[in-house]
Every structure is written in C-alpha cells, then in structure tokens.
C-alpha cells in the first residue's frame, strides 16, 4: 500500500512528540455463511490501511460519513478491536500482536469518550461507582481509601456537584451525562482520549459547554484527542490536524486550516459544501456540490480509486489506479490528498 | 398488526377476516378528495392559533405546547427551530391528529386549514384529510414504515383507500412516485421491504408517501437528522423542488440552525413550549430579537472563534412540570432582570413582521 511509504513526510514535522503513531492499519470482518460449519464469504474491508500520528497535547479530527470506518478505526486505536495487521504504536509500545495481559496495562492511557450518554452508563450503578471503576480495574492508580476523594475531585473537574456521587445516571440530563463519561475516562489519568461522536447527542446550547469542558481539560491535563465526528464545524472548531475517511480510507489530512481553507480532495470538498450554512443571505450564492447515490458497500468497494463511483472529476485513471496518499506539490498547500486530479476548489461552507 | 406509517395509520392493516391481497372485494371508497367537508379554496391555507397541549403525568401537568400561533401560506416555508423537548415535535403532531390521548390534551386553540378548524372535526373526517390534505415525513423512515409489507404495499394503500382505487392502477401510481422521488429501477424496486433501502432511500420512500395524494400542506419532523450530510443535500434539495412544483406549504421542524438558513421563509423559535421570536428567516439571523435565538446563534463553532470559548447557554432546559415562574428563559438568560422573574413576557411586536417574547427585545436588538 502507497500511503506508508509517504507517511514519513509528516513524522518529521515539528509538532511536538508523537504519542501515537498508526502505520497501515487494516482491520477486515470476516462475513461467513454456515452454522456449524462457518467458511468465510467474504470481508468488509472497514478499516483498510489507515497510517497518521497523534502528537502530544494535540487533537487529530476524524471525520468521514457513516459506515466509512471511523469508529472502528478509534477501537481498533484503543486496541478493543485487534487489527487484522499494520502497526501502533502507543508511547513506544506495540498493540498489534500484544498479549492481552500487557495490552490491559497499555490501554490505561487511551480512554473512550462514547457517544451516547444514554446507553454508556450504567443505569444500576451509582455515579461513584461509574467513575471509579477504571480503578478496579487498574488498582496500582489510586489507593482504596483515595478512591472516594479521587473520584470527587474528578466530579468537581467536569463541572458537576461532588454531592451528586450517590445518584444514578437517570437523574441526569443528557449533558451532565457527557460529564460523567469525561470523568471516567479521565479517572485512570490517560495521555490519549478518543471521543467518539462525543457531542452529536446532545443540544446545540449543551455541546457548547462539553467541547468548552473537552478543551479546557485538554489545557489543563496536556491531553491528545482523537475526536471521531460527523459534525465538521464542531471537528474543525477543536482539531489541529484533520483527517477525511471514506470507505476505510483516509483520503486527505492534513492541518485544520489546510482542509477546511484548500481542500484539494473532490469528497473534502463535496463534505463541505454539503453542510447547510447557518446564513440565509448565502442562499443561492454558493455553489452545492451534491453527490449523486451513497457510499457503496465495503465489503465489495470500488476499483481503483474508491470514491470514483461519486465523483465529479473521475476519469478512466481512477478505475484502474488506486491514487496515493501523497503530497501535491502543484496544489500550493501541504496536506496529503489521495486522489490523480487533486486540486484547490474553493467552497463555501458553513464554518467560514 | 397496525400499520406504523402515520400517513396510513388512519386506516391501519385491513380487518380482522379480510386478506390483504384482494382489494377488488372490498367496498370501493369514492375517487375524490373528501370536498365536502367545507373547505374553501379560496381561504388561507393554513393558521395555527393559540395552540394549547397539555400531557397529564404523574409529576403534574406538563404543558408541551403553550399557545403557539403561526400561517403557513401556499409555496412558503415555514421552519420551527428548537432543541429537544421545547414542543416542536408535538406541535406538528397536534396539527396532524397523531398525538396519543391520553396522556396528550389539546387544551386550547385552533387549527385552521382552508377556513375549517381541524380540532373541532370528528375523527372520521380528519382520516380524510390526513395524508390527503395534511401530510407528514418523519425522522427514522425505518420505524416510521413498516418491515412485513413492501414499500409498494404501504404506498399503493393510500391510493386504494382513499381514492379506492384497484390493485394494479394504485401499483402504477405507486411506481409512478418512486420515480418522481428519485428512486433508481422504481419498477423494480416497488416490491422491495424497508430494509433493502438504504437509510436516504428510505427517507425518499417516506417522501412519497407523503406526497401521494398530493397535499396542500407538508410537515417534515427532522426529515434528514438521521442522515449524513451529503445524503441530507440530496434530501433537502429533493423537498425543496417538490415544494416548489406543487406550491405546496412546507412546515420543517428541526434544531439545526443551517438547515433552516437554507429553505425557509419564516421561522418560529420554540423554548419550553412556547414560541418566543417569530421572524422572517432573514432578519432572525442577522439580528435576533430574542436572548435565547441570539444565545443559539452565537453557540455555533464559527471559524474566527476559533481557539476561543465557545458562547454557551449556561444550565440547562427547565422541566415542563416545574417550569420557573416569569420568563422561563430567565435563569439563564444574561439579559435577564428582575420583572422577568415573576412577569411572564408577551409576544411583543418589533416591526410588525416579528416578534418576540422578551421584555428586553430593545436591548437585545441593539447589541
């Protein structure tokens, strides 16, 4: 696969230390057939040789559509998914191929911020004991006559009343639920947390105070995030550095300002034009790049290039030739984009 | 087994002892639109007055909707902007006859569709204009049809219903439909389930459900919140061009501030049940009169905020059942003074084309 041979280019660029690095990660679900005896049909290719870096007190946006591999991209970083081969690399340790024991001890700096405040907590388990069950797990962080006091610290930390420890998840509303999760992934005191879709339940007045809560936390502990979101305004608002997915690809990355500013990938910039503006004087002022159908089926994706099916620029190339990650000295900016005809266009999209 | 579809709910499943298969038997119902119930053509289309919904809980009396009026006149959109729980959902629920009562109260208020109140129609008539006249697409296509019966099923019933059409006349109406929604093969696709459509082939279905019989009035309860955004463009392009050809009138009920930016005419923004600014699309933007607009507006991430706080709405949404006294915006208003504690806000006229439900509209106009 191309795209390793030019992660090297962003490995030496001087962001700080790296705290995570992917290297052509692939992780492939078996589709079978049969009961008892089960042969392999098939694959969903779901995450399909992924490679970026993590840089410490850094946030790396994912964004991409559903089914394009996100999330299973951020399990498989937090090693709950073992990837099928490729590498990552957490802090000098490598997941791929650890023995679950020493894996167990490593995933202690990456935790999960889930998406559903709903349905990731617990509802017969009192908030003390949501919080502080990271420290059974990994008893050597805080001593058991601490725990208590640790774990009301952690509820002052994210805004909530540390009286509240013996109440259940129910008699909180949906952001103060966030709120819990952010403490129980803050608990084992991590260098990396992954926030997948941490936002995309609650209501615009609410998100605001969580991503205000996600950055001033950030500030305060020198976290690297990995933020999973569908949402681009809120991922541009809050990442660094950005990355697009589609069909278990990344297909640009680059900086925050790189693919929001010149996006040079034609699905950068159909994504961002997609995404209604909150202005109605533009209406009708800007150019749509509507795409045509809906992402086809990873299990069977495209030739060539996988975004060729959509595309507005695709040419016979694009069937035969899978486009590298690379850099396009001609395009004027410095992302990686994949694709043979990558180009700046300039849109109008709602984060302007 | 009922039928989930609201646009067909009126009619639910065939009876108990009649097979689906054999609409020929059944007694044909008339081919025309239910005229004679005294609508006029000529009246406003459609006006919402003082509506008043109340749900009976445990916890008291919870009023989900408290004296919401707005029109929607023919080709014009109209979006109702709020977060969760702020009533919008019931709202358009109400207006089409689809709330569960109990535990749901129309405690007040009028519905007015060509100069007939909805409200005070017996059921048997409002069956009639639901889906014919008033029509609804909903947010999750996938609960809203139902998974035993084909899409072609599910839409010819409403042709077969309430046209009392015949089976093979009512499948080509419903192929017809497929079509005009942008289903690729509809021909071949009529016969599929629910869930061999993907989720913006669904939503398109639901679209030409609601189309069918051709209403005079649409309301879409988040039609693309479920979607992704370049799938939510070809949706919302879809409703805009068949608003347009049909100069039908659009109520769009959503919370996302760019959606609405994009198609409507005038906006309702909707807090705990009430209505507190209604405006034409372009000056809601440009300058709220309202705290709590001009509080949504500025919790967007924009791009020159960047590495900034964001502008965030302290606290969070009150309790219907325990809704503060005064202004019930107030405790996390920053405009707030205190008469707003303890003296409830009128809508108040700003220009005579907006208004707003807050004593200090003045004040908020000006920064």
């Known amino acids: 696969m191309s795209e390793t041979t030019d992660a090297p280019a962003e490995q030496t660029s001087p962001r700080g230390e790296?705290?995570?690095?992917?290297?052509?990660?692939?992780?492939?679900?078996?589709?079978?057939?049969?009961?008892?005896?089960?042969?392999?049909?098939?694959?969903?290719?779901?995450?399909?040789?992924?490679?970026?870096?993590?840089?410490?007190?850094?946030?790396?946006?994912?964004?991409?559509?559903?089914?394009?591999?996100?999330?299973?991209?951020?399990?498989?970083?937090?090693?709950?998914?073992?990837?099928?081969?490729?590498?990552?690399?957490?802090?000098?340790?490598?997941?791929?191929?650890?023995?679950?024991?020493?894996?167990?001890?490593?995933?202690r700096n990456v935790q999960i911020i889930f998406q559903d405040p709903y349905a990731s907590l617990d509802p017969r388990m009192t908030v003390g004991g949501i919080v502080g069950e990271p420290f059974l797990i990994h008893p050597e962080v805080a001593p058991k006559k601490d725990r208590r006091k640790r774990v009301e610290e952690l509820l002052d930390v994210v805004g909530l009343n540390p009286e509240h420890i013996n109440r259940y998840p129910h008699q909180f509303s949906g952001g103060q639920r966030q709120r819990i999760g952010i403490a129980r992934a803050l608990a084992l005191r991590p260098q990396i947390i992954v926030c997948d879709e941490p936002v995309s339940a609650l209501d615009v007045s609410v998100q605001a105070q969580v991503i205000n809560l996600l950055e001033r936390l950030q500030e305060e502990f020198n976290l690297s995030y990995v933020f999973v979101a569908h949402d681009l305004s809120v991922v541009r608002h809050i990442s660094d550095r950005v990355a697009v997915m589609y069909l278990g690809k990344i297909v640009e990355i680059g900086t925050e300002d790189e693919i929001y500013e010149h996006p040079t990938h034609p699905y950068t910039q159909a994504l961002l034009s997609a995404v209604p503006v909150p202005d109605p004087e533009l209406r009708g002022h800007r150019e749509q790049i509507v795409l045509e159908g809906e992402v086809p089926s990873p299990a069977n994706p495209p030739s060539g290039c996988r975004f060729r099916t959509r595309c507005f620029l695709a040419q016979d190339i694009c069937a035969q030739e899978e486009p590298p990650l690379v850099r396009h000295a001609d395009t004027g900016t410095g992302q990686l984009s994949a694709c043979h005809f990558a180009k700046q266009l300039d849109v109008v999209h709602a984060t302007r | 087994?009922?039928?989930?579809?609201?646009?067909?709910?009126?009619?639910?499943?065939?009876?108990?002892?009649?097979?689906?298969?054999?609409?020929?038997?059944?007694?044909?119902?008339?081919?025309?639109?239910?005229?004679?119930?005294?609508?006029?053509?000529?009246?406003?289309?459609?006006?919402?007055?003082?509506?008043?919904?109340?749900?009976?809980?445990?916890?008291?009396?919870?009023?989900?909707?408290?004296?919401?009026?707005?029109?929607?006149?023919?080709?014009?959109?109209?979006?109702?902007?709020?977060?969760?729980?702020?009533?919008?959902?019931?709202?358009?629920?109400?207006?089409?006859?689809?709330?569960?009562?109990?535990?749901?109260?129309?405690?007040?208020?009028?519905?007015?569709?060509?100069?007939?109140?909805?409200?005070?129609?017996?059921?048997?008539?409002?069956?009639?204009?639901?889906?014919?006249?008033?029509?609804?697409?909903?947010?999750?296509?996938?609960?809203?049809?139902?998974?035993?019966?084909?899409?072609?099923?599910?839409?010819?019933?409403?042709?077969?219903?309430?046209?009392?059409?015949?089976?093979?006349?009512?499948?080509?109406?419903?192929?017809?439909?497929?079509?005009?929604?942008?289903i690729p093969g509809a021909a071949d696709r009529v016969n599929d389930y629910p869930h061999q459509f993907s989720g913006g082939m669904r939503q398109r279905v639901m679209i030409a459900m609601s189309l069918a019989l051709d209403p005079d009035v649409l309301i879409a309860d988040e039609p693309t919140t479920a979607l992704d955004v370049t799938v939510q463009a070809q949706i919302m392009q879809l409703l805009a061009d068949l608003q347009a050809e049909r100069n039908m009138g659009l109520i769009l009920i959503t919370h996302d501030m760019g959606v609405v930016a994009d198609v409507a005419d005038k906006i309702c923004v909707m807090y705990a049940g009430r209505i507190v600014e209604r405006a034409d699309v372009h000056s809601i933007y440009a300058n709220p009169a309202h705290p709590y607009t001009k509080a949504?507006?500025?919790?967007?991430?924009?791009?020159?905020?960047?590495?900034?706080?964001?502008?965030?709405?302290?606290?969070?949404?009150?309790?219907?059942?325990?809704?503060?006294?005064?202004?019930?915006?107030?405790p996390r208003c920053a405009y707030a003074q205190e008469r707003c504690t303890h003296d409830e806000p009128p809508l108040y006229d700003v220009d005579g084309a907006r208004q707003s439900a807050c004593h200090y509209w003045e004040k908020v106009l000006a920064r």
Not at chain 2, 151 to 177: D, N
Request: glycine share 12%; with cysteine; hydrophobic share 35%.
């Open chain 2, 1 to 182: 087994m009922s039928t989930e579809t609201p646009t067909t709910t009126s009619e639910g499943a065939p009876p108990e002892g009649e097979s689906v298969g054999y609409e020929g038997r059944r007694r044909r119902a008339p081919k025309s639109r239910p005229e004679d119930e005294g609508f006029d053509a000529s009246a406003p289309l459609l006006e919402v007055r003082d509506l008043q919904v109340e749900f009976r809980t445990r916890d008291g009396v919870s009023r989900a909707v408290n004296g919401a009026s707005f029109s929607v006149a023919e080709g014009e959109t109209l979006g109702i902007l709020g977060e969760s729980g702020c009533g919008k959902s019931v709202t358009a629920q109400a207006i089409m006859g689809i709330l569960d009562r109990p535990p749901a109260h129309i405690a007040g208020g009028r519905v007015i569709l060509r100069g007939v109140d909805l409200l005070s129609l017996p059921e048997e008539t409002r069956r009639k204009v639901r889906a014919d006249r008033i029509a609804m697409v909903f947010q999750d296509a996938l609960s809203a049809l139902n998974p035993v019966f084909s899409v072609g099923w599910q839409l010819s019933e409403l042709h077969r219903r309430h046209r009392g059409y015949g089976k093979q006349e009512a499948k080509k109406e419903s192929i017809r439909l497929l079509d005009l929604v942008g």
């Open chain 1, 18 to 107: 790296i705290v995570l690095s992917v290297r052509d990660a692939v992780k492939y679900f078996p589709l079978t057939q049969g009961i008892v005896f089960q042969k392999t049909i098939g694959q969903v290719r779901a995450v399909d040789g992924v490679s970026l870096d993590l840089h410490r007190g850094q946030t790396l946006g994912l964004v991409g559509e559903s089914g394009c591999g996100k999330s299973t991209l951020a399990r498989v970083i937090m090693g709950l998914i073992r990837a099928t081969s490729g590498s990552i690399n957490l802090l000098g340790d490598e997941l791929v191929g650890m023995k679950e024991r020493d894996l167990r001890k490593a995933r």
């Open chain 2, 296 to 330: 949504l507006l500025e919790s967007i991430p924009r791009i020159d905020l960047k590495g900034q706080q964001l502008a965030s709405i302290e606290g969070l949404p009150p309790i219907l059942t325990r809704l503060p006294p005064g202004c019930s915006f107030n």
